[in-house]
């Protein structure tokens, strides 16, 4: 457990982008758990984007994947293409996630697709940052939430994809409720969080 901690304070920190594995199934949905520390970097971005932190009206619907999905596959697409790789710092006194520059991490990609969706008129609470072990380490990447399941918009894969096709640890993400709070992904299938702890 105390590896676990330390390894949230660590992705909370700093979060370096690594590669991801593609798959595709049905979806279903990440299972919020305990409140957790957001990333240091998020809690920056709020400090300096504070309307893209705001809670979603309490009548705002999930939308149905029929309408929705060729929207995120076309904000997806469009993102990855917009903005240039590139390694940033992970100093936490240097680094900060930016909406479309011409150059980011995968910080960048996720909060600008978040940006776009928001613009859009997509709820919040259908947009969730949410922090992943890649196969080589931490990632940030953009949950959709859509009526059927939990989508994943990556700077790694030109497609949308279901998040249990991706081949990720999921750690953290943001709270469904308040965009400004985070909280532990629960077991998931055959996926136990608590393994994150045994490395």
Known sequence: MKRLVAALFVLSSSLPCLAAEQGMSKGVFLKEAQNVLAPLQFVKFC????RECEKSSPEAQLPAR????????EV????????????KSTDPLLARWTLSPSSGDCNDYAITKRHLLLAKGWPASALRLAVVFAPAGGHLVLIARLQDGDYILDNLASGVRDWRGAGYQWVSM???EDPRVWVSIA?????????????
Do not use: C
């Not at 997806?76 to 390694?87: D, E, T």
């Open 47 to 50: 400090m300096n984007y504070s």
């Open 66 to 73: 029929d309408a929705a999905f060729s929207t995120l596959e």
């Open 76 to 87: 997806n697409a469009s993102v990855n293409q917009a903005i240039s790789p590139v390694m």
């Open 174 to 176: 943001e709270s469904g």
């Open 187 to 199: 077991k998931q299938d055959h996926r136990d969080f608590a393994e994150l702890g045994s490395r």
